[in-house]
C-alpha cells in the first residue's frame, strides 16, 4: 500500500510564491517516477513537474522558470516551489507516483497512486 498526501497550497497573490509538499508512504520501494499535476479548466490532469528515481527532474513549458521539483528535507517527500505566480496558475495539484518501469513521461492514468489534491488560489 502507498498513501500521498499534499500540504501546503493556499492562497497568493499574482507574483508571489507558493510551496508545496508531498509525503508519499507505505511500499514506497517500487515507485519510479513522482510528480505534480493539476486540473486545468477543462477537467484534464496537466503534468507539472517530475522527478525520476535518478533524480531527473523536469518541468512543463508552462511553468519553467517559475517552479521548482525537489526532493523535501524528510525521506519520500517531495516539494514543488511556485513562484511569480499567474492567475493560470489556480486549480488543484496533485502528487502522484509510478511503479517501478513506468517513466515520468507515461499518460497520467498510468499513475498509479496519487493524493487527494490540495487547491491553489491565485488573487489579488
Known amino acids: 500500500q502507498v498513501q500521498v498526501e499534499e500540504t501546503g497550497g493556499g492562497s497568493g497573490q499574482p507574483g508571489g510564491s507558493l510551496k508545496l509538499s508531498c509525503k508519499i508512504s507505505?511500499?514506497?520501494?517500487?515507485?519510479?517516477?513522482r510528480a505534480w499535476f493539476r486540473q486545468t479548466p477543462r477537467n484534464e490532469r496537466e503534468r507539472v513537474a517530475t522527478?525520476?528515481?535518478?533524480?531527473?527532474?523536469s518541468v512543463s513549458d508552462s511553468v519553467e522558470g517559475r517552479m521548482t521539483i525537489s526532493e523535501g528535507n524528510a525521506k519520500n517527500t517531495l516539494v514543488l516551489d511556485m513562484t511569480d505566480l499567474k492567475p493560470e496558475d489556480a486549480g488543484t495539484y496533485f502528487c502522484?507516483?509510478?511503479?517501478?518501469?513506468?517513466?515520468?513521461?507515461?499518460?497520467?492514468?498510468?499513475?498509479?497512486?496519487w493524493g487527494q489534491g490540495i487547491q491553489v488560489t491565485v488573487s489579488s
Open positions: 502522484a507516483a509510478t511503479w517501478s518501469g513506468r517513466p515520468c513521461w507515461v499518460p497520467p492514468g498510468m499513475y498509479a497512486h
Open positions: 507505505g511500499t514506497t520501494e517500487d515507485i519510479d517516477c
Open positions: 522527478i525520476d528515481s535518478n533524480g531527473i527532474t
